[in-house]
């Protein structure tokens, strides 16, 4: 358990130096830093000034260890675009995407476990073949339409739901919250539904199966021959135990409902981290492209790390990869 | 496995029926087209498939304009709505846009360039995935669990991420004002590294399988070349599980292009693909002209289901333990 334990983390530990390599290069030879600091009639001893004040010849190595050393402290150079400290932006833009993230994963757990428990339940009913088109649409449709169609619906045509930002939010020391508004809430709907439908359609699937198999066991037979109530059985018995994986997936699946925020935000122009490594990919803002790199493979490798190491005390069987479309 | 789809199968002393009778006969006895005829559903998006792909090679012949030539573009003709509605107008079938331009011939030229992102980036992951599989099964150790663990860390991000860092890493490296073509071929790149680790996955897993076969070894013996073997021997046993994924990653394929045009990262709005016009459209959804984003969205996604449902269909027909 421990070696094993072990193992994982320095693994982690290689990947983030991997991350931290491909992130540095996209620092420091796609394009020339010193261009977009000095003006194009900068003269040359000028711009040599601002190369060495940069630390810019120093050997490749040293540069390296420097890149690694600012990102540890969270300093990951100024944005070309905003011409502000990349840490300070992150920062700023975390709390939308983080609150968005937890919103429609909630939703999705919510509706998914509530959707698959129905559907294995009731297997033939009309609702259970509308339940399984949906999650053929959560599957099929691209992210952006299926929020540009929302947007139609509810903002464009019944004018209930804001159709972009975030309401008014309050600030609680750094952190910003939606959830305390009614404006905030009403415009966490769509995005969040958006955003989890995916996730909700796999929990749906995973519920239904793991409730059907769970059915036929023996221990289920058991508790019938002793005279349990249905409810008792369904929801005390069989549902707690498709729930240890759904928690599993869902947490797996949460460092990729933060990345596949980048399409939400940009639908819903949620003012999020998402949204400025887009616009950080449009104007090619390579520090801002670097860290958001950084601090998403920082929070997979975090989440895979703690979700490999609870396999090991939990259920193995779940360990295959969950590949999704955009 | 059938014979139809995977030609390589055949006995290599069996002479090879290459005339057209004795070829079609098998292929409609086979297993596969019996599903294929059995399933309902599989043939309309079979046949929705094939009308998207002619509407595509065809569309300098179906459009009453070229979209991409602002030359034959009217301001005259813009935000007119589709033909069934009140304000429509001759030969403008499903509207036009804020400049003019026919949403049909739009959707028409998008949907071909589209396809051809999605249909080379696919080929492209596919000829990567399935090399550096091929080698890591084959030669083992050191360069196989360098190969693998690449694969295993990028399979835990998604691939639109990496796909937006590929572009955004190739604009910053030949500047922001790419052509539309180097766009394109950007693009490929961008889809090709991000779904390479599939195939390279399978394609391994089959190899470990069929190199300790005694066919290899008899190549091996009479001395044949390692590269010879590899491709000439090995790979034409490992397609089927290929020909499912690169289908099924059809879609994903096309779906990540959209996705890039539509952020902004993909395809410019002087040749807009699928992904562009709906970005386009987003802009005029407040406006009241929903045309301009829904017909390009309906037929995204009506490609992306179709494809979706082949893929389906052929990974239960070619793997009957899935059934």
Redesign the interface.
Known sequence: MLAFTLRRAIQAIGVMIAVGVIAFSMFRFAGDPVNQIVSLDTPAAEREAVRKSLGLDDPVPVQFARYFANAAQFKFGVSYQFRQPVSNLLMERMPATLELAACATVFAMVFGILMGVYSALRRDTFLTKIFQAVSLIGISLPTFLIGILLIYLFSVTLGWLPSFGRGDVVRIGWWTTGLLTLSGLKALIMPSITLGLFQMTLIMRLVRAEMLEVLRTDYIRFARARGLTTRAIHFGHALKNTLVPVITVAGLQFGSVIAFAIITETVFQWPGMGLLFVQAVQNVDIPIMAAYLLMVSLIFVTINLVVDILYTIVDPRLRSTISRPA | MSDAVVPHRVEPSAPRARSGTGWLKRALDSDIFYSFRRSRMTMVAAAVTLLFFLLAVFASQLAVQNPFDPAQLQLMNSRISPLWTADGQSPFLLGTDEQGRDVFSAILYGLRISLVVGVLGVIFAAALGITLGLIAGYVGGAVDGLIMRIAD?Q???????IA??V???A???FG?RLDAMSTLAVLVVAIGLSFWV?YARTVRGSVMVEKNKDYVAAAQLIGLPAPKIIFRHVLPNTMGPILVIATINL??AV??E??LS????GMPDTMPSLGTL?RIG?NY??A?E?WI?AFP?IA??GL??AI?LLGDWLRDALNPKLR
């Open positions: 860390v399979l835990t991000f998604p691939a639109i991420l937006l860092l572009n955004g890493v604009k910053s490296v922001n599939q879609a994903l779906i990540t959209a996705t539509f952020l902004g990262a709906i987003n959804l407040f009241g929903w984003v969205g995204l996604a992306i289901l979706n």
